[in-house]
């Protein structure tokens, strides 16, 4: 492809999800350091407002050197995650959706002792928050908007105060929300009747 034509995020659409094995080559091996070589694709636009590089990107894997490129099969994930949650919330709350952990390779998970059966490995999770919204106030309007999700986590402040959302098409969606308190573990937490409401 040539250096000055074709905007990355269409020229990715247009190719597929297949074009990660070439991206791999370009890269020695990592589809992210290809996309970056080959123009950027790896800033491809999932849905309206969100990117795959910043559902894919982890502090933790850039301090420690490892690729954590989300799979075909991730990516894939991710994109449907975006299309049927965050994009609907991004428009409702009409400011940004920070996402403060998106993608977890196994070995970024296991660097950050995540959970062996975390859904953010296949794709299926996201850490966010959002300006002028408390964790809670934002975990009662995903729920209040109706979207699909497994689970919505809203986190205490001391264990940093942000709301883990995901979905899946893996099995029926659980619609489990819970609570992570300062104290540890995690607690059934029932939104407000009005949040219920759709």
């Given at each position: 492809?040539?250096?000055g034509?074709?905007?990355p995020?269409?020229l ?33 636009k ?17 301090r ?26 991004r428009a ?15 070995v ?6 995540g ?8 794709g299926e999770?996201?850490d966010?928050?959002?300006d ?5 106030q ?39 929300t819970?609570?992570a ?18």
């Amino acid at each position: 492809m040539s250096r000055g034509g074709g905007n990355p995020a269409v020229l990715f659409g247009f190719l597929g999800v297949g074009f990660i094995t070439l991206l791999a080559v370009a890269g020695g091996g990592s589809p992210a350091r290809g996309a970056a070589t080959v123009g950027g694709i790896v800033k491809s636009k999932l849905g309206q407002f969100f990117t795959l590089a910043e559902l894919a990107r982890s502090s933790v894997a850039e301090r420690l050197g490892i690729d954590n490129t989300p799979p075909p099969v991730a990516q894939a994930n991710l994109e449907r995650l975006v299309l049927r949650v965050l994009d609907p919330l991004r428009a409702a709350v009409g400011r940004p959706v920070s996402v403060t952990s998106g993608y977890r390779s196994a070995v970024v998970n296991q660097a950050i002792d995540g959970s062996p059966t975390s859904q953010h490995m296949s794709g299926e999770a996201v850490d966010i928050k959002v300006d002028g919204l408390t964790a809670v106030q934002l975990a009662a309007v995903i729920v209040r908007l109706g979207v699909p999700f497994d689970q919505v986590i809203w986190y205490a402040p001391e264990r940093g105060g942000h709301v883990h959302v995901s979905y899946t098409e893996t099995r029926a969606n659980r619609r489990q929300t819970l609570h992570a308190p300062a104290s540890g573990g995690y607690v059934a937490w029932t939104p407000p009747a009005s949040a219920r409401a759709a």
